[in-house]
């Protein structure tokens, strides 16, 4: 699915929420306290990298300190556009450039993250917490001025995100500190915890109580505990987060969707109605995870309820959720008004629809069907789109249509398009021709050079050749004798000398010695010495193994 609101909760709560924060943790995990680093307890490694991601930055270690400034501040720059658009994949990356960066040893590069990290905190308020998570990792006295100054950020999630990376910082003022000594909490810590496992499936409401008050400990000790709570105590979580905070309902929505609870799909669904981008994601976030019957009629009943960005993610989310049974939703919001739910909806059905569905798809958006017409035997796709051409009534539909057998390339499709290159309309006969144009198989190269020989109409033969040379190209893989007679035939009937040039381009990767003396005999022709000194070369260096006299030779004639 695109990258939509959808993503911005998972993001936050993925990289911000690893260490001690006001409100923000991954619930799956035990609380972490940043202030106590000094604890074993409390020690907060670097965020774990998922594999086989490269960092941003690549050194060889003879890097001068402006080199390596420059080289980090080059590498984040180059993340930002895909910080702001929720890309998963850049968000990754920075965090391995982070990790990378923050390893023993290397504090020259630690400090040349940072200060590139700093120098980029201008950016959109989501990149921002994005960057401010990642000196909560690395940041020491380089990154104190900034994060103080962002405590006073128009934007609370940035303000919220600034405060928890200055306590995790070792060079953090004393007055700026908003967490209590280290041996305090952690005494009331343990004793919180106690309390709450005791109470079992009754600690719903002192959970709510300590979520929805100041007690920074109360509340971290509460959002790790959810996971410990049994159906009935999930329930009453559920019953008393109407009151929480945003950021905190969002942790509670998304930690109960982990557990797959779907007593969550009440706060779920009415999340999608708030005006708080988190909490819009996290019910987002929470319908797209949850693997039961009720939550894909929750989806179904959110979309239809929903308008404009996030109706398009909640398709999105039907789309990923995979079920067939909103294929009927989706096609009943195809005629909305808005363009942008229209396209989401098609999107959506591409990937959902099977074979039943296409007679309906075919009639009325056949290049939707492209992907459910490549899940069954070709013949049988091409006799639903042959029915469907026969119920077309208007020629741009037929033309629409003839363009689905591409999707169905077997013997019935290529004879229907055979068929309708005789069509009395030209643009049935158009459509035909392109489509043959497009064709994966070479079986169409005789009837393509048919066509470019005889055109109806000058498009007709440039598209025709653009088949027949990407037809040839594909061959190069497999260089045979026989392909070498197919170029020979394509430069004598060439119409003009820019076809030539065309085919040209083509031989010169075929690695065959016979294409080579093919190559250096329209060397000749003065018009085309440029392209066949090209087409020489490069044949030359796929064959001078195999044919080094040969090649030698070759190349001998270009001087």
Same mark, same amino acid.
């Given at each position: 699915?695109?990258?939509?609101?959808?993503?911005?909760?998972?993001?936050?709560?993925?990289?911000?929420?690893?260490?001690?924060?006001?409100?923000?943790?991954?619930?799956?995990?035990?609380?972490?306290?940043?202030?106590?680093?000094?604890?074993?307890?409390?020690?907060?490694?670097?965020?774990?990298?998922?594999?086989?991601?490269?960092?941003?930055?690549?050194?060889?270690?003879?890097?001068?300190?402006?080199?390596?400034?420059?080289?980090?501040?080059?590498?984040?720059?180059?993340?930002?556009?895909?910080?702001?658009?929720?890309?998963?994949?850049?968000?990754?990356?920075?965090?391995?450039?982070?990790?990378?960066?923050?390893?023993?040893?290397?504090?020259?590069?630690?400090?040349?993250?940072?200060?590139?990290?700093?120098?980029?905190?201008?950016?959109?308020?989501?990149?921002?917490?994005?960057?401010?998570?990642?000196?909560?990792?690395?940041?020491?006295?380089?990154?104190?001025?900034?994060?103080?100054?962002?405590?006073?950020?128009?934007?609370?999630?940035?303000?919220?995100?600034?405060?928890?990376?200055?306590?995790?910082?070792?060079?953090?003022?004393?007055?700026? @500190?908003?967490?209590?000594?280290?041996?305090?909490?952690?005494?009331?810590?343990?004793?919180?915890?106690?309390?709450?496992?005791?109470?079992?499936?009754?600690?719903?409401?002192?959970?709510?109580?300590?979520?929805?008050?100041?007690?920074?400990?109360?509340?971290?000790?509460?959002?790790?505990?959810?996971?410990?709570?049994?159906?009935?105590?999930?329930?009453?979580?559920?019953?008393?987060?109407?009151?929480?905070?945003?950021?905190?309902?969002?942790?509670?929505?998304?930690?109960?969707?982990?557990?797959?609870?779907?007593?969550?799909?009440?706060?779920?669904?009415?999340?999608?109605?708030?005006?708080?981008?988190?909490?819009?994601?996290?019910?987002?976030?929470?319908?797209?995870?949850?693997?039961?019957?009720?939550?894909?009629?929750?989806?179904?009943?959110?979309?239809?309820?929903?308008?404009?960005?996030?109706?398009?993610?909640?398709?999105?989310?039907?789309?990923?959720?995979?079920?067939?049974?909103?294929?009927?939703?989706?096609?009943?919001?195809?005629?909305?008004?808005?363009?942008?739910?229209?396209?989401?909806?098609?999107?959506?059905?591409?990937?959902?629809?099977?074979?039943?569905?296409?007679?309906?798809?075919?009639?009325?958006?056949?290049?939707?069907?492209?992907?459910?017409?490549?899940?069954?035997?070709?013949?049988?796709?091409?006799?639903?789109?042959?029915?469907?051409?026969?119920?077309?009534?208007?020629?741009?539909?037929?033309?629409?249509?003839?363009?689905?057998?591409?999707?169905?390339?077997?013997?019935?499709?290529?004879?229907?398009?055979?068929?309708?290159?005789?069509?009395?309309?030209?643009?049935?006969?158009?459509?035909?021709?392109?489509?043959?144009?497009?064709?994966?198989?070479?079986?169409?190269?005789?009837?393509?050079?048919?066509?470019?020989?005889?055109?109806?109409?000058?498009?007709?033969?440039?598209?025709?050749?653009?088949?027949?040379?990407?037809?040839?190209?594909?061959?190069?893989?497999?260089?045979?004798?026989?392909?070498?007679?197919?170029?020979?035939?394509?430069?004598?009937?060439?119409?003009?000398?820019?076809?030539?040039? @065309?085919?040209?381009?083509?031989?010169?990767?075929?690695?065959?010695?016979?294409?080579?003396?093919?190559?250096?005999?329209?060397?000749?022709?003065?018009?085309?010495?440029?392209?066949?000194?090209?087409?020489?070369?490069?044949?030359?260096?796929?064959?001078?193994?195999?044919?080094?006299?040969?090649?030698?030779?070759?190349?001998?004639?270009?001087?």
């Amino acid at each position: 699915m695109t990258k939509t609101v959808l993503n911005i909760a998972a993001i936050r709560i993925c990289f911000g929420f690893r260490i001690l924060c006001f409100g923000f943790v991954l619930l799956a995990a035990t609380p972490l306290f940043a202030a106590a680093k000094q604890s074993p307890y409390f020690a907060v490694p670097l965020p774990p990298v998922p594999d086989k991601v490269t960092p941003a930055v690549q050194l060889t270690g003879k890097e001068t300190p402006g080199q390596l400034v420059a080289a980090y501040v080059n590498a984040i720059k180059s993340l930002l556009p895909g910080l702001a658009s929720a890309d998963e994949q850049a968000l990754f990356t920075l965090e391995a450039t982070v990790h990378h960066a923050g390893r023993p040893g290397a504090e020259a590069e630690r400090l040349a993250c940072c200060n590139a990290i700093i120098a980029a905190l201008n950016a959109p308020s989501r990149v921002k917490s994005h960057l401010l998570h990642q000196l909560q990792v690395i940041g020491k006295a380089e990154s104190v001025p900034a994060l103080i100054k962002l405590l006073n950020d128009p934007d609370p999630h940035v303000a919220s995100d600034a405060r928890i990376a200055l306590d995790a910082n070792p060079a953090c003022p004393e007055q700026y @500190r908003s967490i209590a000594k280290l041996d305090v909490p952690v005494r009331r810590d343990v004793a919180l915890r106690a309390k709450l496992l005791a109470a079992g499936d009754n600690a719903g409401p002192e959970m709510i109580r300590w979520l929805t008050g100041d007690d920074a400990v109360g509340r971290m000790v509460a959002l790790g505990m959810i996971k410990e709570l049994g159906p009935a105590g999930r329930k009453q979580l559920v019953a008393g987060a109407g009151n929480l905070p945003p950021a905190t309902k969002a942790i509670v929505i998304e930690s109960l969707a982990n557990l797959d609870d779907k007593s969550v799909l009440p706060l779920a669904r009415a999340s999608l109605k708030s005006p708080d981008p988190l909490l819009q994601s996290a019910g987002l976030t929470a319908l797209a995870r949850l693997d039961d019957p009720e939550a894909d009629d929750a989806v179904i009943a959110a979309m239809n309820d929903a308008t404009g960005e996030v109706k398009c993610s909640l398709i999105g989310v039907m789309a990923q959720r995979g079920k067939h049974s909103a294929v009927p939703a989706l096609l009943a919001v195809t005629g909305n008004p808005d363009a942008n739910v229209v396209k989401a909806a098609c999107r959506a059905l591409g990937e959902l629809a099977d074979a039943g569905d296409l007679p309906v798809l075919l009639d009325q958006f056949p290049e939707v069907a492209a992907k459910a017409l490549g899940k069954i035997a070709p013949d049988t796709g091409a006799e639903l789109v042959q029915a469907a051409l026969s119920r077309a009534k208007d020629k741009a539909a037929r033309a629409a249509l003839l363009k689905m057998f591409r999707y169905c390339t077997g013997p019935k499709a290529l004879a229907a398009l055979q068929a309708a290159l005789q069509d009395k309309d030209v643009s049935i006969r158009e459509a035909a021709v392109r489509t043959l144009a497009d064709w994966p198989d070479p079986v169409v190269l005789d009837t393509l050079a048919a066509i470019y020989q005889k055109p109806e109409k000058p498009a007709f033969s440039i598209v025709a050749l653009r088949g027949i040379v990407r037809l040839a190209s594909s061959a190069n893989k497999q260089p045979t004798p026989e392909l070498v007679a197919r170029y020979r035939q394509l430069l004598a009937d060439a119409r003009s000398d820019d076809d030539r040039r @065309r085919v040209l381009g083509a031989l010169g990767g075929c690695g065959h010695v016979a294409a080579l003396e093919l190559a250096v005999a329209q060397l000749a022709t003065p018009n085309l010495r440029a392209e066949a000194a090209a087409a020489v070369k490069n044949i030359a260096a796929l064959v001078k193994r195999q044919h080094p006299k040969e090649s030698k030779a070759a190349l001998q004639r270009l001087k």
